[in-house]
């Protein structure tokens, strides 16, 4: 059955109509129109999916659209500003945690939240904290070292 | 598909008396639909905006967990892991970081695997689930709650609304300690619970051991008597006693023997790492860290 609902994402309300089985991830794809939010199971496995509810990572991908109405949706377009890259942005690619990219913006989005949670977050803790995501390319040196820096320099550094 | 967004406890009781199905976090619901596996059940109540339901409250000298508590909240809470300890290491393992934060314990509880690592901690604990519907309110322990695999002795217009941890003996403590092949985005392969009380000289009083993953449900194992003995004495009888009354399958995953001769492993590390925490040793959640169990991360 078809629903009405508003959906808050990056701070920008969205109006939907989607049949009340249409999963967050396919509802940012193909409704709001953000792509920067992979699907790689979509079957809650692999992480590419991630976005954050209330500032908590939720796999996109297995949670229902209709569910998270009146919550804050944030995406990895919700992290640059115009044109400069957020400081994870920045550092994936200069630690060379970015190959093929698919992994990338979910990868960012749980070590987001992580690191909004726990500011000093050692090796283990983001070990632990991206044990939802997978990633085919790197071997994850690459990734682990942008986010090791990144605790290191705080989140909210200007790029 | 009708989609119900309850905003209070009598919204959603009403729902699920009209046949509704309620979903929490989604992560046995929705998982189980993806791929067209399970499809969705045509009418769905949403009780996670339930004010209240996801909060942890002192109750009867013990704890009240609300349903929608997280997975997340449970690994945190001081006051869980001080006193509850078993359950927290039970929580700390689910899935991920955003597992834990959408798995509710209320949908752990009632979506019955007999793999569900919150199974054997509340078992050990003496939990109970309440159980509420239009018509009223009743408890049940968690013992009489799993019946068969995904099936609980709850009606359909009934909504669990909250577990019930009652106080714990004066010198005890739980742990429950999982097989598991990688530290994250796991099954447990088994597991084992147990809830060690000692007398003030560092002997045994009592062990209550339950398992996971190797009966249609949780299994409480019985006449497990080790009143006197020693903390060493009590992990072997533990042993024995998990691995003679399981009774587990072959899957993919391992076989029958192996899963019969790692629950006693299991049961054999909850009693040391138990009773470790009653005699005051700190043994952080969760437990299978200390025992390195998982390839490392
Ligand atoms: C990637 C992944 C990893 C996982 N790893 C683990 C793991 O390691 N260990 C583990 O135990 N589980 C694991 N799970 C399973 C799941 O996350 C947990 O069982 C979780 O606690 C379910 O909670 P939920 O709120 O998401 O349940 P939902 O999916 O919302 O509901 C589950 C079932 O319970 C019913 N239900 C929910 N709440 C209530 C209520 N209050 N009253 C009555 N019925 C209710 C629903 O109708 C449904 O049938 C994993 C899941 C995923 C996707
Ligand atoms: S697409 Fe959601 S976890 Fe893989
Ligand atoms: S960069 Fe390709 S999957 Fe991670």
């Known amino acids: ?159 | 598909m009708t989609f119900t967004l309850a905003s209070s406890l009598e919204e959603a009781l009403d729902a699920v008396a009209a046949g509704a199905t309620p979903i929490a976090g989604g992560t046995d619901l929705v998982v189980a639909a993806r791929g067209g596996r399970t499809p969705l059940p045509e009418s769905l109540v949403a009780i996670d905006r339930i004010p209240g339901l996801d909060t942890v409250t002192t109750h009867e000298g013990g704890l009240r967990l609300g349903a929608t508590v997280s997975h997340a909240t449970i690994a945190s809470h001081p006051d869980i892991v001080r006193y509850f300890a078993g359950l927290a290491d039970g929580s700390a393992l689910v899935g991920s970081p955003a597992t834990r934060n959408v798995g509710t314990i209320g949908g752990n509880v009632m979506n019955a695997s007999p793999a569900m690592d919150t199974g054997a901690p509340l078992v050990v604990l003496g939990a109970s689930v309440e159980l509420a519907s239009v018509a009223g309110t009743r408890v049940v322990t968690v013992d009489d709650l799993w019946t068969a695999p995904g099936v609980t002795s709850a009606s359909s217009d009934e909504l669990c609304t909250a577990v019930l941890l009652p106080a714990q003996p004066e010198n005890s403590a739980s742990a429950y300690v999982r097989l598991e092949y990688r530290r994250a985005m796991e099954i447990a392969v088994v597991g084992a619970a147990t809830r060690v009380v000692l007398d003030g000289d560092g002997a045994v009083t009592s062990v209550d051991l339950a398992l996971t993953a190797v009966a249609p449900t949780i299994l409480r194992v019985t006449a497990l008597d080790v009143a006197g003995s020693s903390i060493a004495a009590a992990a072997d009888a533990a042993r024995e006693a998990a691995s003679m009354q399981a009774t587990p399958i072959s899957d993919i995953r391992a076989s029958d023997s192996y899963r019969r001769h790692t629950v006693g492993i299991m049961a054999g590390r909850a009693v040391e790492a138990a009773a470790g925490r009653a005699a005051g040793e700190q043994i952080s959640v969760p437990v299978n860290r200390a025992f390195g169990i998982g390839a490392p991360a």
Do not use: W
């Open chain 1, 1 to 159: 059955m078809t629903e009405s609902y508003t959906l808050t994402v990056n701070e920008v309300a969205y109006s939907i109509v989607a049949d009340a089985q249409r999963s967050l991830l396919s509802v940012i794809r193909g409704e709001v129109g953000l792509t920067g939010t992979k699907e790689g199971c979509d079957d809650s496995e692999c992480g590419a999916c991630m976005v954050l509810v209330d500032g908590r990572p939720v796999n996109s991908c297995s949670y229902l659209a209709v569910q998270a109405q009146g919550r804050a949706i944030t995406t990895i377009e919700g992290l640059a500003s115009g044109d400069a890259l957020h400081v994870l942005q920045r550092n994936m690619l200069e630690e060379g945690g970015v190959q093929c990219g698919f992994c990338t913006p979910g990868m960012i989005m749980s070590a987001h939240a992580l690191l909004d949670q726990n500011p000093d977050a050692t090796e283990e803790d983001i070990r632990l904290g991206l044990a939802g995501n997978l990633c085919r390319c790197t071997g994850y040196a690459g990734i682990m070292k942008a986010v090791v820096r990144t605790a290191r320099e705080g989140l909210s550094t200007d790029s």
